[in-house]
């Protein structure tokens, strides 16, 4: 069925204040903009193919059965849906005619649906290139940069400051919907370098430099090109909102979007802080998870960006409902358990859902069944998932300029890494955490006990002083790998910025060899635990070690029967102060094959791998510079994830608000709200733990919780929102505890 509205232009009479967007309406919801109330999101990805064959009736129909609140809409950018005005706007190729954006945007305010139209704007086709070929990103030879069958466009030339916000005005003024929303909207990446007049032009009005001929990250002004880079993009962001303002008023909003990923967000020049200061709405393009980061990920990414842009505010995530990544299969239905848990992370870390669709008519026609009982599920129980608080002890500190000018171009390896090893141990001993970014430390840790820095090694003075004030309060810290001991610039320091504090100094300043860091394959090194323990333990003596008893610190709880664990990474000599510990030492590499030759040629070494010491304050320092999180990470071995587990324990002062006991990999996630606690968790248990696609559940139970109440909670009262139960609980000396059956996907407590 082709659309079904007159290809026209129309004034709608339903407005961001008007339009209910599904919410119930209120007292409040006068003053309450549309981008605080839209919670479930739908969008069909338009295709050029689509205009003759969308059948809008249907759709309307889809958006009732998903209680979508909002949609996102093709409106231009490459292509128009629409009969445009704007020149060298590109109509779709099988648009003739036909005002697609215009009939759905109409029949979404008819439905009382927000409308988010999407952009598209980083490229162009052959005609424009020919037309404005100074418009476009070029390389040192002055050729265009190319995607295909398309050219790049420069984000310092007109096209970003006059055609774009042409389009955006044509768009706003004629169609009215609520907002904008653009997936491409930050130009060329970061591993190419535009030499286009405008960027030369600019760089050297700003700098009084030109721009880097090739890749240097020790070249300072390689890193100013980045940090202009960055400012850019703000600058996009800022225009692009002033020209949907003044088009379609003040709610009229352009709000972009963004990576999940950290690295990515770097790699395009997208300064996540900065975005969420300016932003008033996180509009997230993460569609899928990938192997190694599992479900969890979405969840920590949902808490990540709510600690920049507030838990006031919503973050809409695009979840794919088909074949995404491993590999791509754009009109194939991915498992409904594996597009419903993707889904249910983002919930419990409190993303919004959008269920996301290529093209308006499928063969594969199973994925239509995928969000809506989730969706349903959600308009049930809005209420304990949205205008909540994250409730923890635990803070783990991140920093986009870490992974920028520490990470350069092994980003993945040095930062990414160590940071999903702490995340994964923490989610594995279900013991809650929020993510802190470094500039952000003294704003919130008041209500922590303990910060992390998993090799957050570049941090500027101001994130060390936060840190060095935290301690002075009484906090403790767990600091990985070669936490600061780089400045902001990524620049190798003679010692530790936080050296004081661990400890520990480094005893040459010369820098690290590549090698030490990355590893392609796990180094065959290992940790001597300290002490030994040999006196009762079964086992025959090689003649060679000491005879030692003794009582292990708790740290080490669970090694009982082992002097040694499996390491996989490199290790330099440190130097310690008085009242600091080392409790694991460096073995050296020795030969794996063949096996006659696996005999420990240095069995023994005082370099330090693990190190604690205790504050003036009484906060616990441990300083880890064995990457044990970031083996973790790429190997899984239980013993790492103990070992974080016994170290977060011992650090928090055993001060966990939630103990959790059973069997199962549980993700575990505590909010408040007035008068109550939501506690969401989710099993991530199963055959695709960390292989995708998940076909199967399978239960776990009995889970026995024991929780702390905060004021304000009196917790007698308990209901399960999933399996739609009250049950018995048991609440003295502010701690409740209760016992939940069986989990097949999640569960969500509330006790008030």
Not at 97 to 111: P, Q, S, T, V, Y
Request: charged share 20%; net charge neutral.
């Amino acid at each position: 069925m082709a659309a079904t509205f007159a290809a026209a232009e129309f004034n709608v009479l339903a407005t961001a204040s008007s339009v209910l967007t599904g919410v119930e309406a209120n007292s409040n919801s006068a003053v309450v903009p549309w981008y605080r109330r839209v919670t479930r999101w739908g969008q069909v990805n338009i295709t050029e193919k689509d205009p003759a064959k969308y059948d809008i009736a249907w759709w309307r129909n889809y958006w009732k059965r998903t209680q979508t609140q909002g949609v996102i809409i093709n409106a231009g950018g490459i292509v128009a849906y629409y009969p445009t005005k704007v020149p060298l706007h590109r109509q779709a190729q099988y648009l003739n005619g036909i005002d697609l954006f215009g009939d759905l945007c109409r029949a979404a305010h008819e439905d009382g649906l927000a409308v988010f139209a999407r952009m598209d704007s980083n490229r162009a086709r052959e005609e424009f290139y020919k037309a404005h070929p100074d418009w476009f990103a070029v390389d040192g030879d002055g050729m265009p940069y190319r995607a295909v069958d398309m050219y790049i466009t420069c984000v310092n030339s007109p096209y970003y400051n006059e055609h774009i916000p042409a389009i955006l005005k044509e768009i706003a003024q004629r169609y009215h919907p609520e907002g904008f929303t653009d997936n491409s909207w930050s130009g060329l990446g970061r591993d190419s370098i535009c030499y286009c007049a405008y960027c030369q032009r600019n760089f050297q009005k700003i700098s009084g430099k030109e721009i880097p001929r090739k890749k240097n990250w020790d070249d300072q002004t390689y890193r100013e090109w980045i940090k202009w880079n960055y400012n850019r993009r703000l600058e996009i962001w800022e225009l692009n909102n002033k020209t949907t303002k003044a088009a379609g008023g003040d709610d009229c909003i352009w709000s972009g979007m963004n990576s999940g990923s950290i690295n990515g967000q770097s790699r395009s020049f997208r300064d996540f802080r900065a975005i969420c200061k300016r932003a008033e709405i996180v509009m997230l393009d993460d569609q899928a998870r990938r192997d190694n980061e599992g479900f969890q990920h979405n969840a920590q990414v949902g808490k990540l960006i709510h600690g920049m842009l507030g838990w006031e505010k919503l973050v809409p995530e695009s979840m794919a409902m088909y074949q995404a990544h491993r590999p791509w299969f754009r009109v194939a239905s991915k498992p409904e358990p594996e597009a419903r848990m993707w889904v249910i992370e983002g919930i419990a870390g409190g993303i919004q859902p959008w269920w996301h669709m290529i093209a308006a008519s499928h063969d594969d026609r199973r994925m239509y069944h995928s969000p809506e009982k989730i969706f349903n599920w959600h308009k049930t129980n809005e209420e304990f998932l949205i205008n909540r608080q994250p409730v923890a002890g635990v803070g783990v500190v991140w920093s986009q300029e870490n992974a920028d000018f520490y990470g350069r171009d092994q980003a993945e390896q040095l930062v990414e890494q160590p940071y999903r090893g702490i995340t994964q141990a923490l989610i594995r001993a279900r013991i809650p955490f929020v993510p802190v970014h470094a500039d952000d430390i003294e704003r919130d840790s008041a209500a922590l006990s303990l910060l992390i820095l998993p090799n957050v090694a570049a941090m500027s003075g101001k994130q060390v002083a936060a840190i060095q004030k935290f301690v002075s309060r009484g906090g403790s810290i767990i600091a990985t790998g070669e936490t600061s001991l780089y400045n902001e610039w990524g620049m190798q320091q003679n010692d530790y910025a936080l050296a004081d504090i661990f400890g520990a100094h480094v005893t040459s300043s010369a820098p690290a060899p590549a090698e030490d860091r990355l590893a392609g394959e796990a180094y065959h090194t290992y940790l001597r635990l300290v002490p030994e323990i040999r006196d009762g333990v079964d086992g025959p003596r090689n003649g060679t070690e000491p005879a030692i008893t003794g009582k292990r610190h708790p740290v080490l709880n669970g090694f009982e029967e082992t002097d040694i664990i499996a390491f996989g990474g490199l290790l330099r000599p440190l130097k310690l102060d008085a009242g600091a510990e080392a409790l694991m030492t460096y073995i050296p590499q020795f030969p794996v094959y063949p096996p006659e030759t696996a005999w420990m040629r240095v069995p023994r070494t005082d370099i330090p791998g693990l190190i604690l010491n205790t504050s003036a304050q009484g906060g616990r320092i441990v300083f880890m510079p064995a990457d044990i999180d970031r083996q973790f990470e790429r190997f899984n071995l239980p013993d790492h994830g103990n070992l974080l587990a016994n170290l977060v324990r011992w650090a928090s002062k055993e001060n966990i608000l939630l103990e959790v006991e059973g069997p199962g990999l549980i993700d575990c996630n505590v909010y408040q709200q007035p008068g109550r606690l939501v506690v969401h968790l989710v099993n991530l248990t199963s055959a695709a733990t960390w292989r995708a696609p998940l076909d199967e559940f399978i239960n776990v139970g009995p889970l026995r919780v024991k929780i702390k109440l905060p004021a304000g909670v009196k917790g007698t009262s308990l209901r399960l929102l999933v399996s739609d139960q009250k049950i018995p609980v048991i609440t003295k000396d502010s701690w409740s505890q209760f016992e939940i059956q069986a989990i097949a996907d999640h569960e969500v407590i509330v006790l008030s």
